[in-house]
């Protein structure tokens, strides 16, 4: 986690260079860990980020739970009194659908879009899955024109190998 608060440091950084500033940083929240240290980040550095947990296996509750307490315990090592509370917390959970670790025609759809438009690849489990959420959520609306959305890609590439027949079969 506070290696993700360091990583929230560096993206803002890099991303002032380019001369933006994200409204919203998109990833996919599954042990709390990478949110809590996105969270630290951005309430010490960029209050006006939303950080947006897609949740790849606990509902909404639960995971902000475990991501405040992770909170906590950051603040505790960096010595910083942030005051971080739920409300800073953004979990989406409506991606879980059939569980952790089940691929669906959404997610094998994103992971496609995603390597074919952009050549980066997604894992099924935890990227592909906050993908299809970002896909969704922009397709309803949730962000504005003008916002500025980073999405975390945590890596996971392994993960397409033992779902590759699943993967095929859903994007026939």
Known sequence: AISYAQAFAEMTAQAKAEGFAPTHVVHATGSGSTQAGLVVGAKALAKDTEVVGISVSEDR???REIVLNICGAVEK???LRLGIGQEDITV???YVREGYGVVNKEVAEAIRLLFQEEGIVLDPVYTGKAMAGLVDLVG???FRKNDKIVFLHTGGTPALFPYRQ???S???
Do not use: F, P, T
């Open 170 to 172: 859903l994007l026939k």
């Open 92 to 94: 989406i959970d409506e």
């Open 77 to 79: 090592a960096l010595d």
């Open 166 to 168: 699943a993967l095929v």
């Open 140 to 142: 309803k609306g949730y």
């Open 61 to 63: 509750g639960l995971q």
